[in-house]
């Protein structure tokens, strides 16, 4: 371009300019989002309805309400120009205000709260049946673990010899038990089964139920363990005159239990958490405790007493996984370097 | 002899006694259609070192791997001691203990401390106590120059200490033969003397040894015999100096002038 550069230095500064200001949506501008959060607030004092269960007049309002303030919440979250500061009032700001709107307009009977759902004294009622409900579940946990381990080990080391027909069969049956939901598993051992002769009680189905899904899961889990050792292992194990369960006893099994062992924790703490479905073939598990006190009582807390107690147990345990986890993928990358 | 007793009764054992240690009689493998082997024969007496060279891809490794059927082989008769390995009522685990076998990737359990490498083989097979199996090992240890590593895991061990600490798992198992695989191409250059040293000294207490390697010094000064294989055959066979010096074999010419 022919232009002198004194006019063009002029006209790229107008656009600099025209970038900065011009270009920056009136909505997005502070002087509206400051000003529209005033409207907010005035509305809020002035036009939302008092305490009470609101008629439809009032709804509409509150509703209209919460759409501003979200709109609002919009502009400002999708705004790299506004200052992080904000952002965290904001997030702050709408959970205050959901919480608020939610204590001052639901229909809840705030202060019979603590009688409804953290009342001791009924949680201590029901307590010997929670703590069998306890018993149960852990019960459950530990024998389907314990049968799942075996079956999925077995399943693991057959599948190693790669033989065609054994390997259709084990496929087939990781499949299916993969495939099926437990709960269905344990309705169809429970309420079926007995119809072709066989009778098995509530627990042992439970078990069954969950340790056969679980044990399609483990098996993949060693499988995969069983991939990850070189064939140059098995190679210097044969070659030292090991036979093959020698050779699967010291040199693969010990070597794939390192690999296998995050994967599995987790896989116990999932099988864990599912032992709750046995409550649908009334065992008389942590859920179903908590549940059948409940309706006993006319009361809630032994229900909020189960979850919580669901809480403290498996919310270590998950970590503790999750931390098993990070340590193998850190130990594996320093033997790559 | 230590395989007669492995037969079992009643069945007689094929036997071919010409006194030598191992002997291959017309070795074919084949993987599907790839014919690796194309009818190897050849024997090894006592204390023979013997070294195998050739051209990548000429069936060295599966030549070696076929004698302790790691690979089984497709046809032919193989001989330890003057008896058939192949034969069917042969217990190969049993005859494998009497050939030790060491990897160009050394191949050491990674969840075993070098003394426990060393202790495995002998205490699961043999059976042995493990005050006699650790002995031993401290012993071997001893012998590569590694008492101080016992209690090391591999990944804490350069390459030469690992292969070495694999010379000493191999001869735990007191073995009659030793085979060894490329020892130390997957070595840093200042690694590949101690491993050789330790193998020249096997060779002088009298090791029966099948060595693949191309490391010229060391076949010139311990093997006994060359065989040199291509395309799945063996082209020539004789002393060191006899091929170095007077082979007028192309392929062999050939493969040397490039080595060398
Ligand atoms: N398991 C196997 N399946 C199929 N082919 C194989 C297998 N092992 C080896 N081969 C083939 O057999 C041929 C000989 O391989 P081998 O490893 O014995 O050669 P080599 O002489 O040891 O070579 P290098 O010096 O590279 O180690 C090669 O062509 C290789 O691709
Ligand atoms: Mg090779």
Redesign the interface.
């Known amino acids: 371009m022919a232009q002198p550069a004194s006019s063009q230095t002029n006209i790229s500064r107008l656009s600099d300019l025209k970038d900065k200001v011009g270009h920056v949506p009136f909505i997005r501008r502070n002087s509206f989002v400051y000003g529209s959060l005033s409207l907010l607030v005035i509305y809020a004092l002035f036009l939302l309805p008092s305490k009470g269960s609101p008629d439809t007049v009032d709804l509409g309002r509150i509703v209209i309400f919460c759409l501003l303030l979200l709109v609002w919440a919009f502009i400002i979250f999708t705004d790299e120009l506004k200052p992080e500061k904000l952002k965290t009032i904001m997030v702050f700001s709408i959970f205050i205000i959901a919480g608020w709107l939610y204590y001052r307009y639901s229909t809840a009977r705030w202060g019979e709260m603590g009688f409804l759902f953290f009342n001791l004294e009924m949680v201590q009622k029901a307590w010997p049946t929670l703590v069998e409900g306890f018993w149960t579940t852990l019960l459950l946990a530990i024998c389907a673990a314990i049968m799942s381990t075996v079956i999925g080990l077995l399943l693991a080391i057959f599948r190693s010899f790669n033989n065609p027909v054994l390997n259709f069969f084990i496929i087939a049956y990781v499949d299916f038990f993969r495939a099926m939901p437990i709960i269905v598993l344990m309705m169809l051992i429970y309420y079926a089964l007995p119809f072709m002769g066989i009778r098995l009680s509530a627990i042992v189905s439970g078990i069954l139920a969950l340790g056969l899904n679980s044990s399609a899961y483990v098996s993949e889990i060693f499988r995969a363990g069983f991939l990850s050792i070189k064939k140059g292992q098995i190679e210097a194990s044969s070659a030292l005159g090991l036979n093959p369960i020698q050779t699967m006893r010291f040199v693969i099994l010990p070597q794939a239990f390192r690999v296998v062992i995050p994967p599995l924790v987790g896989n116990y703490v999932a099988s864990a958490k599912d032992t709750a479905l046995a409550s649908s073939i009334s065992i008389i598990e942590l859920l179903k405790a908590g549940l059948s006190q409940k309706s006993l009582l006319a009361n809630p807390s032994p229900l909020i007493f189960v979850t919580a107690l669901y809480l403290v147990m498996f919310v270590p345990l998950t970590r503790f996984s999750g931390y098993l986890e990070k340590r193998m993928k850190e130990s594996q990358r320093q033997v790559r370097l | 002899m230590f395989l007669r007793t492995s037969s079992r009764k009643g069945v007689k054992c094929k036997m071919n006694d010409t006194g030598a240690m191992i002997e291959v009689v017309d070795l074919h493998k084949r993987f599907k259609d790839l014919h690796v082997l194309k009818g190897i024969s050849t024997s090894v007496k006592q204390s023979e070192v013997v070294a195998v060279m050739g051209p990548s891809g000429s069936g060295k490794s599966t030549f070696l791997r076929c004698m302790?059927r790691?690979e089984e082989p497709s046809s032919g008769h193989i001989y330890i001691e003057g008896i058939d390995i192949l034969a069917p009522y042969i217990d190969i685990?049993?005859?494998?203990?009497e050939?030790?076998?060491v990897?160009q990737?050394f191949?050491?359990?990674?969840?075993l401390t070098s003394i426990e490498n060393i202790k495995?083989?002998p205490m699961?097979?043999r059976k042995i106590s493990d005050q006699e199996a650790t002995e031993r090992g401290m012993a071997l240890l001893d012998k590569v120059g590694l008492v101080d590593k016992a209690k090391v895991y591999p990944?804490q061990l350069s390459g030469g200490q690992q292969q070495r600490v694999?010379i000493a798992?191999?001869l735990a198992?007191q073995p009659q033969i030793m085979f060894f695989d490329e020892p130390t191409s997957a070595l840093d250059p200042e690694m590949i003397g101690e491993v050789l040293d330790v193998m020249r000294n096997m060779a002088k207490e009298g090791m029966t040894m099948m060595v693949v390697s191309h490391e010229m010094g060391f076949i010139k000064e311990a093997a006994d015999r060359i065989l040199f294989l291509v395309d799945g055959l063996i082209v020539e066979d004789g002393t060191p100096d006899q091929i170095f010096n007077y082979s007028k074999n192309e392929r062999t010419l050939e493969f040397l002038s490039k080595i060398i």
């Open positions: 302790n790691l685990n049993r005859v494998r203990t050939i030790g076998m990897f990737s191949n050491l359990f990674p969840h495995l083989a699961s097979v990944e694999a798992r191999a198992m």
